[in-house]
């Protein structure tokens, strides 16, 4: 199983930046995808989750409004775009895979997800 997340990068604040995180080796259409986040010194926290229906998704309140979680299920490919960005948003950023008998399930919790992607960094600058 491998979760490749796409090279993050550095923006300034108030731009934008999309992350993308292609799954192989597991069954990515019953899968529902998270993105998570940990700064540095912080614990990881959970930036957002879509389903594996696509119709069903959630977000952290720090970034409600400014983020969007899609999924492309013929590409194996959940994407992360990040808009109005803070230099709070710094962090390495993970993606994640639930294998879900679910269609429209999402998982806020690190615990629930099974499969991890090795973390992309991400800075903002101020």
């Known amino acids: 199983v491998q979760l490749q997340a796409s090279e993050g990068g550095l923006v300034q604040a108030g731009g934008s930046l999309r992350l993308s995180c292609t799954a192989s080796g597991l069954p990515f259409s019953i899968s529902a995808m998270g993105w998570f986040r940990q700064a540095p010194g912080k614990e990881r926290e959970f930036a957002s989750t879509?389903?594996?229906?696509?119709?069903?998704?959630n977000y952290a309140d720090s970034m409600n409004g400014r983020f969007t979680i899609s999924r492309d299920n013929a590409k194996n490919t959940v994407y992360l775009q990040m808009n109005s960005l803070k230099s709070e948003d710094t962090a390495v950023y993970y993606c994640?895979?639930?294998?879900?008998?679910?269609?429209?399930?999402?998982?806020?919790?690190?615990?629930?997800?099974?499969?991890w992607g090795q973390g992309t960094q991400v800075t903002v600058s101020s």
């Open positions: 994640a895979a639930k294998v879900s008998p679910r269609r429209e399930a999402v998982f806020s919790r690190a615990a629930d997800y099974d499969y």
């Open positions: 879509i389903s594996w229906g696509g119709s069903n998704w």
